[in-house]
């Protein structure tokens, strides 16, 4: 991937964070099948309180029992790009949120290499991980 700058794809997927497909958390599958398919970048980020579709809202103050916390993944690419991974999403996503939102993407650059953004896992929106909270880059 060269120069992602100017239109894009905002794909936003909103999932249980205890959420899990073969025993591993389902936003770290949905971020490694991202960078599987060469997408831009994928960034998780964890929320504190929230529901959805079932009106149970999770949270996570100390006395609540509640701890299934929203988690939202994040890609930002091309439009053509992104739309030709939703299938992988459809197999994936059995309960949650997926939204996708034109953006414009300003910058697009890597940490520490002078050939930044030049193909997939080179930096970007998502790079340094796929951990709660790695928002790296992604922004709009």
Known sequence: ???????????????????R???????SEIV??????????ASVFRGIEGFGASSLVHTA???SMSEDLP?????VDAEERVRAFLPQL????AEGLVVLDPCEVIRYAGRGRSDAGTGPGAGGPGAGGSGAGSGTGVAG
């Open 71 to 75: 988690v939202a993944v994040v890609i």
């Open 61 to 63: 103050r100390l006395l």
């Open 32 to 41: 490694h099948r991202a960078r599987a398919a060469g997408l831009a970048g």
């Open 1 to 19: 991937m060269t120069g992602l700058t100017g239109p894009a794809l905002r794909l936003t997927v909103l999932v249980g964070e205890n959420d």
């Open 90 to 93: 459809d197999e994936l996503v």
């Open 21 to 27: 497909w073969h025993h591993r958390p389902l936003y």
